[in-house]
């Protein structure tokens, strides 16, 4: 058995945009954790902003072609359905377990889907 989830609510994610993305900071065991939050289809989807190509960031701002997080450092782009590097090979950004409730986000933080 896993530990007990944490969950983060974030307030507000109504506003946010088709083809955009907001990243939120979470304090998790003594660190501090960036995610992304996606609306792609009118879904919201959650993707730590840890790239796992070679450390840098995801951006937030306008989604690459209205779906992709993009990455500043070498421009890997990542799908936010389910964290696969797009048109490159890449090990996949970590993806969180999201569902909108109330214009809320909650997101899963143990929980790696
Ligand atoms: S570190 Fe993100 S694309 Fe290279």
Known sequence: MSDPLDLLRVPGVARLQEGEAKKVRYPHGGDTLEILLCRVDGRLYALDTLCPHEGGRLS????SQGRYATCPLH??????????????????????????KDGCALVWIEEAV
């Open 75 to 100: 421009l890997y782009r990542f799908e936010p359905t389910n964290g696969a590097s797009v048109g490159i090979e890449c090990a996949p950004a970590k993806v969180y377990r999201v569902d909108e």
């Open 60 to 63: 937030e701002g306008p989604l």
